[in-house]
């Protein structure tokens, strides 16, 4: 059960009081324009030993050509894909090595994109299928304790719709495999998971470790996952 329908549930029971109604879970973020940013505030810039990160992620029609960030744990990697539609899972600096391939997940149809690292190897993932891989990516380095999900400092970023954005401390993808069904529920292994799916407020919940989004900027766009990505 998502955060937002366990407060409905306490504010029903504490004193009798009417229950709070929660989101209904149909939203994500929307990033308009390159001033909109969704950041996270780390409670230390602790590194896992293997990674897995994985975001949804919709491009607006026509979007402008430039760099477009997925997520950026700073000074430790970026996920992104440039104006020719290259993605890219590696280092935290433009032109930084990691994995790259064709991905065009900026076409304006709905995408899962995943990257792991498992302490060597970056591989990068699109719709479950392992596009590239690169050994010896230096990823982890220097991390800060600073997350940001759609933008990547202050120059760059999406336009478009990201959902269901995951850390794992784990590689969960070794190879290709069948595109996620259904939104994702914390395990052992999950270090952040952002349902996005609030549809108020300028803040954004963390279901495994309470490291909560705060929204810049960012619009709340009516769009249910759930539905989008049923069998």
Not at 110 to 127: I, K, N, P, R
Not at 161 to 168: H, K, P
Request: aromatic share 8%; net charge negative.
């Amino acid at each position: 059960m998502r955060r937002a329908a366990h407060l409905v549930v306490l504010a029903a029971l504490a004193g009798g009081c009417n229950p709070i109604e929660a989101p209904s879970g149909a939203h994500a973020l929307r990033f308009p324009d390159e001033d909109a940013c969704a950041e996270v505030e780390l409670p230390d810039a602790s590194f896992p030993a293997a990674l897995t990160v994985e975001a949804w992620v919709r491009a607006d029609e026509a979007p402008p050509a430039g760099v477009h960030p997925l997520v950026v744990w700073n000074g430790a990697f970026a996920l992104w894909e440039d104006a020719d539609g290259v993605g890219t899972f590696g280092e935290d600096t433009p032109g930084g090595l990691g994995a790259s391939a064709p991905t065009d997940w900026m076409d304006g149809e709905l995408h899962h994109v995943a990257a792991t690292w498992d302490g060597s190897t970056s591989s990068l993932y699109l719709d479950g299928e392992r596009l590239a891989f690169h050994e010896g990516t230096a990823i982890g380095v220097e991390p800060a304790p600073r997350i940001q999900i759609g933008c990547w400092g202050a120059k760059e970023a999406h336009r478009g719709i990201i959902d269901e954005v995951r850390l794992s401390s784990t590689v969960r993808y070794a190879d290709d495999f069948d595109r996620p069904e259904a939104p994702f529920e914390p395990d052992d292994a999950t270090l952040h998971l952002w349902h996005l799916d609030e549809g108020e407020g300028a803040v954004s919940l963390d279901e495994a470790h309470a490291a909560d989004v705060a929204l810049d900027g960012v619009e709340w766009a009516d769009f249910d996952l759930s539905e989008a990505i049923a069998p």
